[in-house]
């Protein structure tokens, strides 16, 4: 919990050695859950650094685990993990440094071009399968993410019926912080409709 704290947070450095930790302890005992959440909260830390293919190949890792083993909530998490930094890279927007976009020019020609895509993609995976458990938590945080995506994309209207749907799920399961957070964008988006 300390390291997913601090990846909640975006205090990196922070998180890793708590997430490693997890991890070199969850392999050795065979935990595979928590080996596949630590692996995802580490994928997020090396992208953090710019290490952007080894990053998203962690994340991605833990999602096909997640699948085969039909542990749908972890799936859910990586598939909002993925969408956020395919959201990321399509915006141009996120923490990388020019020394990291040089290392990765590579990786962002092949990727820039569908990451949009990619990013819609994992993240009405994570609204279907949120939906399938029955998870309104879930749901509402991949709603979120979907409307700041059609947010960026321009797609106002998109953005709006998304980002009222998870405030009506944040206010059900009483997340005021997330609430707080989506009524703000709401906010952002008829004031700019305004202007």
């Not at 975006?10 to 050695?17: C, D, L, N, Q, R």
């Given at each position: 919990?300390?390291?997913?704290?601090?990846?909640?947070?975006?205090?990196?450095?922070?998180?890793?050695?708590?997430?490693?930790?997890?991890?070199?302890?969850?392999q050795n005992i065979?935990?595979?859950?928590?080996?596949?959440?630590?692996?995802?909260?580490?994928?997020?830390?090396?992208?953090?650094r710019g290490d952007f293919s080894k990053g998203l190949n962690f994340i991605e890792e833990a999602r096909q685990s997640a699948l085969k083993s039909e542990r749908k909530w972890l799936c859910v998490v990586a598939e909002n993990i993925l969408g956020n930094v395919y959201s990321q890279i399509a915006a141009r927007t996120g923490p990388a440094s020019l020394s990291a976009m040089a290392k990765n020019a590579g990786f962002l020609m092949k990727n820039i071009p569908f990451a949009a895509k990619r990013a819609e993609d994992h993240l009405k995976k994570a609204i279907e399968v949120s939906k399938e458990m029955g998870a309104p938590g879930l749901l509402a945080q991949s709603y979120f993410n979907l409307g700041l995506l059609c947010k960026a994309k321009k797609k106002i209207e998109n953005a709006k019926e998304y980002i009222s749907a998870a405030i009506k799920l944040f206010e059900e399961c009483e997340a005021e912080g997330f609430l707080k957070q989506a009524r703000e964008e709401m906010e952002s988006l008829v004031v700019s409709k305004v202007e």
């Open positions: 919990m300390t390291g997913l704290s601090y990846v909640r947070l975006g205090e990196f450095h922070s998180a890793e050695a708590p997430i490693k930790e997890v991890l070199s302890y969850s065979g935990c595979d859950i928590f080996v596949d959440f630590a692996r995802a909260c580490l994928g997020i830390i090396l992208i953090s």
